[in-house]
C-alpha cells in the first residue's frame, strides 16, 4: 500500500480526497498498489467530515512520517505552498499539484529538485483542469515538433465573453452574474486581467518547445475594456471575441501572449462556450489537434491529480517520468516583430484620417452605432500598429487583434 497526504482541504484537496475514496479499487489497478491517504494537511477543522480521521494541522508530522511517498499540493499561492513543497520534494517525497501559480514561479527550481532525487514534481491539473493536456504533451505527441500552442485556458473569462456576446451584457453586469454563480472570485483580478491564462501558457509552451518561458515575459491583456459594441463588431464579420492565450515557435525565435481575438467559424476555438476550455496544438507530423473539455471545478481538476498521483505510484520504482520541461531559456522574440490583422474601432469624425493611416479600404460602419466606425487593417507587425496608432490618439475607441 502507498500512503500519500493532501495538502489543502478546499475545493480541490476535499476532491482528491473524495476521489480516492470512491475509485479506491480502480486507482489500485492502475497504480499496481492501493493509495491510501495518511494526512490531509489544513488549519480549519471539519467537525463530522470523515476526514476528521486524517486531518493534520501541523505539516511536519507529513514530512517526517518515511510512510509518507506522495504529496498532493492542492493549497494554492507561492507562500506555504512552495515551502512545503520544496521540503517535501528535499526529503525525497513526490509532489503533484494543480498550482499553476506555483508552476510558473518555482517551476524550475523545484523541477531541478525533483530530478536530482530521481522522484516526480507533476502538474497536470495546472493548466485545463480535467483536460489532459501535458499529459499528452510529454507522452503523446513526443515525435512532433509543436510549433504552435492556443488555448481557452480561463473558463471565468470564456463564460463572461459567451454571455456579453448572446445576451448583449456589459462587462460590469455579467462580472456580478459570474461572480454569484461562483465562476468567478470576489477579487476577479488574476482571470479577467488574463494572469492565470498567462501562467498556463508559459507552463505549457515550455514543455511544448522544450525552452524555459518565464510567464513575467509575456504581454499580457485581458477583457475589461470589451464593450458590448465590440460584440456587436463581431458578430457583423460572423466572428467571436475569445480571450487567448497564444504561443508559437518560429524559426527567429517564439513569442507568447494573451489577449482577447476575433475568432471565425472555421477556427476549432469558435465553438468553445461557456465555461468550457480548450488547448489547440500543431505539429510538424500531427497537424492540428485539439483538447477539449472541463478546465476547472472540483472533481474534474481533481481527477488529473490523482491521475497524476497514480502516475508517481507507477515510478517509484522506476524513477522520474521525462517531460519536456527545460531549465534553458527560450529564445523570445520583441512582440513589436509579431505580425497579425486588427480590428481598430474609431470615431466617425476620424475616418479619413485613419484610413490614410493605415490604408485600408474595409471600413464597417453599423446602424446602431453612427457615431463609430470600425477598420479592418491588413497583416502588419505589433510595432507597426502601436506607430500608426498613435498618430490617431484620441480618435480610437477600441482595438482586438484577429486570429487567423
Known amino acids: 500500500m502507498i500512503k500519500a497526504a493532501v495538502l489543502g482541504y478546499g475545493t480541490v484537496g476535499s476532491g482528491v480526497y473524495e476521489v480516492i475514496r470512491t475509485n479506491r479499487e480502480r486507482i489500485a489497478k492502475n497504480a499496481g498498489e492501493e493509495i491510501q491517504i495518511k494526512y ?16 493534520v494541522h501541523d505539516f511536519n508530522r507529513i514530512l517526517e512520517d518515511p510512510e509518507v511517498q506522495i504529496i498532493a499540493e492542492v493549497m494554492g499561492g ?20 494543480s498550482n499553476k501559480a506555483l508552476v510558473a514561479e518555482h517551476g524550475r527550481e523545484l523541477m531541478e529538485i525533483a530530478r536530482e532525487k530521481n522522484i516526480n514534481y507533476l502538474f497536470e491539473a495546472s493548466c485545463g483542469g480535467g483536460i489532459p493536456i501535458i499529459r499528452a504533451l510529454n507522452a503523446s505527441l513526443t515525435g512532433d515538433e509543436i510549433d504552435e500552442i492556443t488555448g481557452i485556458l480561463n473558463g471565468t473569462t470564456n463564460y463572461m465573453l459567451y454571455k456579453m456576446d448572446v445576451e448583449g451584457t456589459d462587462f460590469d453586469e455579467v462580472l456580478k452574474e459570474a461572480q454569484a454563480k ?66 508559437k515557435n518560429l524559426p527567429e525565435g517564439c513569442y507568447a501572449m494573451v489577449a482577447p481575438f476575433l475568432v471565425n467559424d472555421e477556427n476549432p476555438l469558435y465553438g468553445v462556450n461557456d465555461v468550457f476550455n480548450a488547448v489547440f ?43 519536456g520541461w527545460s531549465s534553458e531559456p527560450a529564445n523570445q522574440m520583441s512582440m513589436d516583430h509579431v505580425t497579425g490583422e486588427f480590428l481598430v474601432r474609431i470615431k466617425a469624425e476620424a475616418k479619413e484620417l485613419a484610413e490614410s493611416v493605415f490604408e485600408t479600404k474595409t471600413i464597417l460602419q453599423l446602424p446602431n452605432h453612427p457615431e463609430e466606425m470600425a477598420l479592418l487593417t491588413g ?25 487567423d
Open 379 to 403: 497583416e502588419m507587425s505589433q510595432g507597426e500598429y502601436r506607430e500608426k496608432a498613435a498618430q490617431l490618439t484620441d480618435q480610437i475607441l477600441g482595438m482586438i487583434r484577429i486570429k
Open 281 to 323: 496544438v500543431h505539429g510538424n507530423m500531427l497537424g492540428d489537434a485539439m483538447f477539449y473539455g472541463s478546465g476547472a471545478g472540483k472533481l474534474p481538476t481533481a481527477s488529473a491529480v490523482v491521475g497524476d498521483m497514480v502516475d508517481a505510484a507507477r515510478n517509484l520504482k522506476a524513477g522520474t517520468i521525462r517531460n
Open 78 to 97: 507561492t507562500g506555504a505552498a512552495y515551502t512545503f513543497t520544496k521540503q517535501a520534494l528535499l526529503a525525497g517525497k513526490s509532489v503533484c499539484t
Open 40 to 55: 490531509v494537511l489544513d488549519l480549519r477543522e471539519f467537525p463530522g467530515d470523515p476526514v476528521e480521521e486524517v486531518l
Open 182 to 247: 461562483g465562476y468567478a472570485e470576489a477579487d476577479p483580478t488574476a482571470d479577467v486581467e488574463g494572469h492565470d491564462a498567462c501562467r498556463k501558457i508559459a507552463i505549457l509552451s515550455t514543455l511544448a518547445y522544450q525552452k524555459y518561458i518565464d510567464y513575467k515575459d509575456i504581454y499580457t491583456e485581458g477583457i475589461t475594456r470589451i464593450t458590448p459594441e465590440d460584440m456587436d463588431y463581431a458578430r457583423a464579420i460572423n466572428r467571436k471575441i475569445k480571450l487567448l492565450a497564444t504561443s
